[in-house]
């Protein structure tokens, strides 16, 4: 390991240092260094018809009881920090980088000095080869100066996401024995927690004493279920996104020459694509999980955006900004059939030389169609989850290639009479994943860590930290535990309820919701986003200030009904906040509104009785 982990590094910069001294902000619960452990239903799974897979694959940590952790009762007797027992612990930051990781080690630390200070926290060097290795940094409050509330994950740096193959798992149980650890705590997301359910039975079925917590931490948003809200990194990852999807929309408008073909990471499952539209409004989205239910084909998709792009030139605009998830060519049913075929010749070691000629003949021509970089990128080697390495296959310039050729065609047979068409492509990812961290993945994180400590002093394994109502301010966060056997399935091949679970029982990736609130507010501007250039400029995060509360606006209209809620309200207040002043008309209101976001009554807003309560929302 080259990199010096866990030096105690300056920080260079001002907003850095300011951010350092940001105190996240806890629930009541937390506040104390106990909480009260109460114990709800045993569960079962999300599931139905995978639950016997999975109760035969976990058969110790099985059906384990929901638990909330409340704060202690009033006048209950706070046994003193020494007379409880110390508790050691390691963590490892097993999933890719996201914002707000380092404050789950520095929650989880301020929560073991709390219980007793000589508890002790160790983290592993270099991700999971750091804890199959046994190298270990002892996280103390010297060493976290430098890395609270920052960006990355270069505390510890990370290795692969894996803690699966039976050589990984006797080593990170060997690790946990040779440590003498009551807990490990695994950062990260869909595999990293699936891996961490199934070390916790491995752990309890060798004896082996350490509790195993898992912590939703993944920039994707897509560890998300009836007890999951949404990830850690996921709200900084779309702000950051959206801002720079904002920027290009106006260098778009502004030259009208170019249409920019925008590719975001966020692996299968749409969120991140989706809630960067939401907040910036681009003119076309193409979904995964849309593209799948349709089975449009790669000609579908390409005929949609053309279209799009004909209409638009018919107003004279010959700019736009489409956006994609990096998941799109997965979606996509011929092309997933093709990367399917691959991934079983890497399964079967078939040298990637020999892989087009082993190909059935119709996914060798669908190969042979496709532009080499491409056929390049599709062959690379697999993802720890066996799937494509979506982040390498550059489907925006694929897309845009066959627009173009889809125009020029139609150019020739006289069906288009606009200008050229021209693209410039990006691929908006990494420079979001090491973003300084929101207040809200900071608060959210930093609670994550001390409720992973209440589990591990509660006895808990194979079970995820969780914390719900994340929608509401801070004080009303509900912390909680799920088992993770309860957020799992089974794949299977045919749907209903003949359909035979395949597969092993993990926890997958949750799409888009298709009947959601926010996918339906969505649709509904849809046309408007693709012809009136209603581009929204979101700006950079907000640390302080107007704004610095700001959540993930699927978050807070999935959950609650739209406008319905004071804080929500609060919310979008606050973003009118700088250009509408006390007193204006409800038009200039409503332009404000509808210019920022999608919100689809704005008179109820006006009509709330919080604006009455809201001095500085007067409208006439
Ligand atoms: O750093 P890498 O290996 O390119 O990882 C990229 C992948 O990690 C993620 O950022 C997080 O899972 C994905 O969105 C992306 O596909």
Known sequence: MNADYGASTELAGPLQQRRALYQPRLPPCLQGATVRVEYGDATATIDPIGADAVAQAFPRTYGQRLVTFLAPDAGADEAD????????????FSGRQSPGGHNVVWGLHDALRAHNPNSVLYGFIGGTEGLFANKTLEITNDVLASYKNQGGF????RSIDQIRTSKQVSAAMATCRNLDLDGLVIVGGVTSNSDAAQLAETLVQNNCKTKVVGVPVSLNGDLKNQFVETTVGFDTVCKVNSQLISNVCLDAISAGKYYYFVRLMGRKASHVAFECALQSHPNMLIMGEEVALSKLTLMECI????????????????????????GLIESIPEMYALIQEISILHNSNIPVAEMPSKLSPWAAALFQFLPPFIRRELLLHQESDNSAQLSQIDTEQLLAHLVEAEMIKRTKEGRYKGKKFSSVCHFFGYQARGSLPSNFDCDYAYALGHISLHMIAAGLTGYMATVANLKDPVHKWRCAAAPLTAMMSVKRHLRGPGAIPTGKPAIHPSPIDLKGKAYELLRGKASSFLLDDYYRTPGGIQYEGPG????????????????GDIELLKLYLDKVRTIVKPGCSRDTLKAAISSMISVTDVL?????PLNAELPLYHFN
């Open 154 to 157: 270069d505390l510890l740096g």
């Open 548 to 563: 610095s509360d700001a959540k993930p606006i699927t978050l807070t209209i999935e959950d609650q009904d739209y406008m």
């Open 303 to 326: 005929n949609k955006i053309c279209d799009g792009v004909q209409a638009r030139a018919e107003l004279e605009k010959y700019h736009g900004v489409l956006l994609i998830p990096e």
């Open 604 to 608: 109820t807003v006006m009509s709330h």
């Open 81 to 92: 920090a020494q007379e409880r027992p110390p508790i050691r612990v390691g963590v490892v």
